[in-house]
């Protein structure tokens, strides 16, 4: 997605070989004219799947995901990282290692939404490791629904996240992949490299 590449270009920030900051339009500060565009981009891949729900992840996720709910006409599930009073009972759980974080939590979604019937796409902002989709996948299993696909905003084509969810036969749809962050540069899958 031509458009989500330059604002990667122009906005985001190169922290090392492994680390691309971009809180100025996507995980801290939110660019709604690009998440509407996101929203409608993910929403055409998978218009013809019979989504009933898109599942996420707090909190980087639900505004991409939000805006393809919206595309879509379906409710937005996002799994908790955090323990809350309300949600204390009948959860599914998994536990999810951040990379950026490097810490494991666990992640629940009340049974309440997401049933047997449904069929599930996941939907998160970065493809690292794969965990968080590993996390999200376990949960959509324990529920007996069906998993439509993954939708990432930014997948790092160089980690191992993107191939290990693929081989599992899993459709992934990344927006923008990342082949490397060397020497503070961005580069994507499919482009030239000027060296």
Sequence with gaps: MKQLQEKIRTDGKV??????????????????VLMQAIGEEVA?????????????????????????GLVLGVPVVFARKRK???????????????????????????????KSDDVVLILDDFLANGQAVLGLIDIIEQ???????V??????????????????????????????LANGKVEFIGEVSAK
């Excluded at 204390?88 to 629940?108: G, Q």
């Excluded at 529920?143 to 696909?149: K, V």
């Excluded at 930014?154 to 992934?172: A, H, L, Y």
């Design 15 to 32: 922290l090392s070989d492994s680390v691309l900051k971009v809180d100025s339009f996507l995980n801290h500060q939110i660019d709604p």
């Design 44 to 68: 055409s891949k998978f218009a013809d799947e019979g989504i009933t729900k898109i599942l996420t992840l707090e909190s980087s996720g639900i505004a991409p995901a939000v805006m393809t």
């Design 84 to 114: 809350s009073l309300t949600l204390i009972s009948d959860l599914y759980t998994a536990s999810v290692h951040s990379f950026t974080k490097n810490e494991t939590n666990d992640i629940s979604v009340s049974k309440d939404y997401i």
């Design 143 to 149: 529920a007996d629904a069906a998993l439509s696909g």
């Design 151 to 180: 939708a990432i905003v930014i997948e790092k084509g160089f980690q191992n996240g993107g191939k290990m969810i693929r081989d599992r036969g899993v459709r992934v749809e990344s927006l923008a992949i990342i082949s490397s």
